[in-house]
C-alpha cells in the first residue's frame, strides 16, 4: 500500500492552498448575484483557478482529475479558505449538479451546459428536498407529467443550496407515481423558465455565505433532452451524485480540521495560565491528541472512499463511513477547540465557533448521520443490497408486473422503498 502523493498531486495541493489562503472573507459579502448577497468575486476567482471544474473532463473545460486527486484539492481549499461557505456552494455545484450532467446527460445537454458551469458563469443547485421529504426521497410530491416533447414540472423544493443565486437546477421529480422510487426522474431546469420562483433565503446557522432557499415551479416546461438518463433512473442518478459530494465535498471538513487543530495547537502553546502554557495540562494536550485522532482516521477513511470511488467499485460503504466520520469529528473537534479557547472561544470575532456550526451542518446534509448509520448497518446485516443501474430496468419492470397482478399502485413504504431512499442519501 503506497501512502505518498504524486509530485503533480503535490503540486495542486500546495498551489490550491496558496490560492485559498490569497482568499479573505467578509460575514456579508460586498458583491451580490440575482438581487441575493453572494461572494461573486470570489466566486469568480476560485473559477478561474479551476476548483468548478477540478473533476470535469477536459474537454469540457475541467481538468479532469480522478475523485482522490480532486478531494485532495478541496482539502487544501477547506484548509486555506476561510469562507467555507462559498467553498460548500461551489463543491455542491460542482459534485450535485455539474457532475450527474457529465456523467448522466445527453451530449446535447453537455455541449449547451457544461463549459459554462466548468467556468463558473453558470451556477448549479441540487433539489431534491422537499417539506415533506426529507431524509425520505422515495416520496416526491414535485411532479413532471409528460407531454410530447416536454415534461410540465409541479412542486416545491426546499433547503436548496446556491437556490438564491442559481442559473439552473436540478430537479428530481416524480414521472411515475406508482413506481415508488423507481418512478422518479432528474431533471435540468434553467432558473429562466416560466414558471420557476424563488422563495426567501434561509438564515443559517453556519455555512455563512451560502445562500440557500425553496424553489417553486409551477408548470414548468422542460424539453425532453433537458432530462438526465433514463425516465425512472432518477434515483441512481441521486445517489451517484451524492456519492460525488460525500467522497470529494467532505474533504473541505478533513481541510478545516486541519487547519483548525493547528490553530488549537497555536494557542496551547502560547496561552499562559498558572504560570505555564495551557497545553501543559493533560486536560488541554489530550483533546489536541483527540482532535488529531479524529483528522487522520476521517482523512484516511475519505481517501480510501475515493479511491474505491475511482476504481468503478461500489463504494457505498466506504463512502458512508467516510462521510458519517468525518462530520462526526467535526463536531466533536469543534467542541474542543472552543473549550480549549476559553471565552475566547466563544467569541464571534475569534470565528472559532465556525467550524462548530459548519460542523452541525455537515451531520445533516447529504443524509443524516442517523441514515449513514442506517446504511451501515443495513450492510453489515445484509439487509441492503445496492441496486446497480442496469438492474433497474428488469427490477422495475417486475414491479409493474407484480402491481398489475395485484391491481395495486406501488407503495414506497417497503423495505426496498427505504433502503433505496437511504442507500440515495447515504452514497
Ligand atoms: C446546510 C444545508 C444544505 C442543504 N442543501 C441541500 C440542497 O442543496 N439540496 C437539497 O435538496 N437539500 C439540501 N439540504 C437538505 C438536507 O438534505 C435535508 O435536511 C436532510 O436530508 C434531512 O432531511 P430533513 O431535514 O427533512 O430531516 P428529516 O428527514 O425529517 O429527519 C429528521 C430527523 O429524523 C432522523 N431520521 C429520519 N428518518 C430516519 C430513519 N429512517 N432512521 C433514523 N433516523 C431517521 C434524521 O436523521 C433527523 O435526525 C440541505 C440541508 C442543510 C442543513
Redesign the pocket.
Known sequence: MDFSWTESQQELYEGALEFARSLGISNVPSTTRRGAHFPENSWRKCADFGLLGLSVPVDHGGLGLDALTTARVVEAFGCGMQDSGLL?SAC?HLF?VTMPVIEHGSEQLRSEVLQRMASGEWIG?????EPG?????AHLATRAIRAADHYLVRGE???????PVADVFLVYATTDARAGYMGQSALLIPRDTPGVSIGAAYN?C??TN?P?ASVHFDECRVPLHYRLGKEGQGTRIFARSMAWERACLFAAFVGAMDAQLTKCIDYARTRVQYGRPIGANQAISHRLADMKRRLEAARLLLYQACWKHDRGADATLEISIAKLAISEAAVESGLDAIRIHGGAGYMKETGIDRALLDGI?ST????????Q??LVAHRLLGTLRAAPIKNLAVVRAKRHDTASEAGAPQSACSTAA?NAS?AA?SQ
Open positions: 460548500f455542491a450535485a443547485a441540487n433539489a431534491i428536498s421529504a426529507g431524509s425520505d426521497t423544493k426546499c433547503f436548496v443550496t446556491n437556490g443559517k453556519g455555512l451560502s440557500l451542518g445533516i446534509f447529504s443524509g443524516t448521520s442517523d441514515i448509520r442506517e427505504f437511504a442519501r
